[in-house]
């Protein structure tokens, strides 16, 4: 019973070009959604959360939208680097659970020079 | 910066073993998490505690236990290594307060069970 979902295992970009990266859930409870990104042989590393009660959330080149009555998030990234190139992870949290991060699968992004 | 350290980045132990990871935080945060991270199925919580000596399971906490002696370490037992617990293990740790605060994570001990 995969609650968040991320169905796109690998995305390919172009250097410059927005990245978008998607994200289903299925619980009407959780109360945020976070973005991690994980490079190899490291640890996840946060980059970007938004509350339920919010539709967007920018930060720099990292935008994050939700659409609650989809249960649909998204990350847009504008402009894409090469050094974006890494597993993104949706997580959301469910506060009533004590803040159990559920994770998504992943997703992998490329970003070609 | 909050540092989480996780002691062996690689390690290969036998069936039947028994394995300790340790992880180390350095925020004084209360709360500590155990993931295993497998292609295709993202992260997944193993076991958290909230305080020292207090602890619960996770979605997936068979065949396995846990222990929080002290405030800064968190330890993962694996009581009867099988080979279906081979992965990356990622520790992480959350201060109190706002459930929403981010979680920091350690760079993973990658686990081989032969």
């Known amino acids: 019973d995969q609650q968040v979902k991320q169905n796109s295992p690998s995305l390919s970009v172009q250097e410059g070009r927005i990245s978008i990266l998607n994200c289903d859930y299925t619980?009407?409870?959780?109360?945020?959604f976070l973005w991690y990104k994980k490079y190899p042989a490291e640890g996840p590393t946060f980059l970007i959360s938004?509350?339920?009660?919010?539709d967007k959330n920018e930060d720099g080149r990292f935008t994050v939208f939700l659409n609650k009555s989809a249960k649909h998030l998204s990350l847009h990234i504008v402009p894409s680097q090469p050094g974006d190139s890494a597993v993104y992870f949706c997580?959301?949290?469910?506060?009533?659970?004590?803040?159990?991060?559920?994770f998504g699968q992943g997703t992998t992004l490329q970003v070609k020079p | 910066d909050v540092k989480v350290t996780q002691s062996s980045r690689y390690l290969v132990k036998r069936t039947g073993e028994k394995v300790f990871l340790e992880c180390v935080q350095d925020?004084?945060?209360?709360?500590m998490f155990w993931y295993r991270q497998d292609p295709g199925l993202g992260l997944r919580l193993i076991y958290f505690?909230?305080?020292?000596?207090?602890?619960e399971k996770g979605d997936i906490p068979e065949g396995y236990s846990v222990s929080r002696e002290k405030k800064e370490r968190f330890s993962l037992i694996l009581e009867s290594a099988s080979t279906n617990q081979t992965s990356m293990y990622l520790c992480?740790?959350?201060?109190?307060?706002?459930?929403?605060?981010?979680?920091?994570f350690g760079d993973g001990t990658r686990l081989s069970i032969l």
């Open positions: 925020m004084d945060h209360e709360n």
């Open positions: 619980n009407s409870m959780f109360d945020y």
């Open positions: 997580a959301a949290i469910y506060s009533g659970n004590t803040g159990k991060l559920i």
């Open positions: 505690s909230y305080d020292v000596k207090m602890k």
């Open positions: 938004i509350s339920s009660i919010k």
């Open positions: 992480a740790s959350r201060g109190g307060g706002r459930t929403d605060q981010p979680q920091h």
